[in-house]
């Protein structure tokens, strides 16, 4: 078992490029989130999808979108990156809704110049 | 809407001595509680989880926490601190109901010395 994975490990952008993090489990969870790290703030959330076919928006959505692809997959886009973007980004997942631990990936470090 | 404070971003102590990291909460329903680890360049691993069942939890690598109701407190505590604890923990709630949504603190960096 892989657990979570996301790619890519780091990626520089240029303001006002676009880019799409992925992450995949193999665990078979039904429920799939995509955070943001940034200094002395935690983790936000920024979308999550509760079962595949559905997603809803967390704490910060503003400036990305996400596509559930399938059970195992959840990507995460930034259309017109800023440097406000900058952070480290974690995707997880957890089996069902409730009382479930969630499941990190190793983070996507991203840097938008 | 559920929060989680947790005292001290930086907590030093000696090898061998005492951890406590402070985590309050505040949620207008029983609530789901986590404390989560992060090594250097790492995701989050959980180190344990109160679900409503018994009120000290123990979780890995020796950590346990203890869950106060009355004092809305879910410290995490460890007798004796290793060069190996050093890492940012974070403490999360999570809703009874509020599908899994984790809304964490701001992390606790603990520094182990000699």
């Known amino acids: 078992n892989a657990g979570v994975t996301q790619t890519p490990k780091f990626q520089v952008l240029k303001t006002g490029q676009s880019m799409t993090l992925q992450c995949a489990q193999d665990?078979?969870?039904?429920?799939m989130y995509w955070y943001r790290q940034d200094p002395g703030m935690g983790l936000r959330l920024i979308y999550y999808?509760?079962?595949?076919?559905?997603?809803d928006k967390g704490e910060v959505p503003n400036g990305y979108n996400v596509s559930r692809l399938n059970k195992r997959e959840f990507s995460l886009r930034l259309e017109s990156a800023a440097p406000s973007q900058t952070s480290v980004y974690f995707c997880a997942s957890t089996r069902a809704l409730e009382l479930y631990e969630q499941y990190f990936g190793p983070g996507t470090r991203l840097t938008v110049t | 809407a559920q929060s989680v404070t947790q005292l001290g971003s930086h907590v030093s102590v000696s090898e061998g001595a005492l951890v406590l990291l402070r985590c309050n909460y505040s949620s207008s329903v029983p609530p789901y509680l986590f404390w989560y680890v992060q090594y250097p360049n790492q995701g989050l691993q959980l180190l344990l989880k109160y679900t409503s069942a018994a009120t000290l939890v123990k979780g890995i690598n020796g950590f346990e926490a203890e869950f106060k109701k009355s004092e809305t407190s879910f410290h995490l505590t460890k007798p004796s601190a290793h060069m190996s604890d050093a890492a940012e923990y974070f403490c999360?709630?999570?809703?009874?109901?509020?599908?899994?949504?984790?809304?964490f603190g701001t992390g606790t960096q603990l520094k182990v010395e000699l």
């Open positions: 999360a709630v999570s809703e009874t109901g509020g599908g899994n949504k984790l809304t």
């Open positions: 665990m078979n969870h039904n429920s």
């Open positions: 999808s509760a079962s595949e076919g559905t997603t």
